[in-house]
């Protein structure tokens, strides 16, 4: 049963957890491993090191995007990709994220929870927010 009351601030809560964690992925790979550090890494995996600054951009502008709540649920599923190509960096070194060379847990996490907010909507105090395509198309129908 979902307590309409309440779920929407539990979502608001998972949006700007969830917003937050794209902005420090971005700010990891910025300051501390530097862009042309992310790209001899992604180089290393055998993907085009020139994906590290658009992947460093997507992280910082969709985190920001979804703790705003700016078309957020949209912004989160857009995000999967993203972390989809990093947990696939991670998927020879095991499950546990604190496994040498990070395991593979903590992205499908990011990859759940991105899609849950998905389903959910954008939560109390979102900026600007839609609804599912679908949904819409049914309730017009």
Same mark, same amino acid.
């Given at each position: 049963?979902?307590?309409t009351r309440?779920?929407?601030?539990?979502?608001?809560?998972?949006?700007?957890?969830?917003?937050?964690?794209?902005?420090?992925?971005?700010?990891?790979?910025?300051?501390v491993f530097?862009?042309?550090?992310?790209?001899?890494?992604?180089?290393?995996?055998?993907?085009?090191?020139?994906?590290?600054?658009?992947?460093?951009?997507?992280?910082?502008?969709?985190?920001?995007?979804?703790?705003?709540?700016?078309?957020?649920?949209?912004?989160?599923?857009?995000?999967?990709?993203?972390?989809?190509?990093?947990?696939?960096?991670?998927?020879?070194?095991?499950?546990?994220?604190?496994?040498?060379?990070?395991?593979?847990?903590?992205?499908?996490?990011?990859?759940?929870?991105?899609? *849950?907010?998905?389903?959910?909507?954008?939560?109390?105090?979102?900026?600007?927010?839609?609804?599912?395509?679908?949904?819409?198309?049914?309730?017009? *129908?």
């Amino acid at each position: 049963m979902l307590d309409t009351r309440s779920a929407p601030y539990g979502i608001f809560v998972l949006r700007v957890a969830l917003g937050l964690m794209w902005i420090s992925h971005a700010l990891l790979k910025y300051v501390v491993f530097t862009v042309p550090g992310f790209a001899g890494y992604l180089e290393s995996l055998g993907m085009p090191g020139v994906l590290a600054g658009p992947v460093i951009l997507a992280e910082l502008v969709g985190g920001i995007l979804i703790v705003a709540g700016l078309y957020a649920r949209h912004v989160a599923l857009l995000m999967i990709p993203v972390m989809a190509g990093a947990m696939s960096a991670h998927l020879g070194n095991g499950w546990l994220f604190s496994a040498a060379g990070g395991g593979w847990e903590y992205p499908a996490f990011l990859i759940a929870t991105s899609f *849950a907010l998905w389903l959910l909507g954008d939560g109390a105090y979102a900026l600007r927010s839609r609804p599912l395509f679908f949904v819409g198309r049914l309730a017009n *129908a």
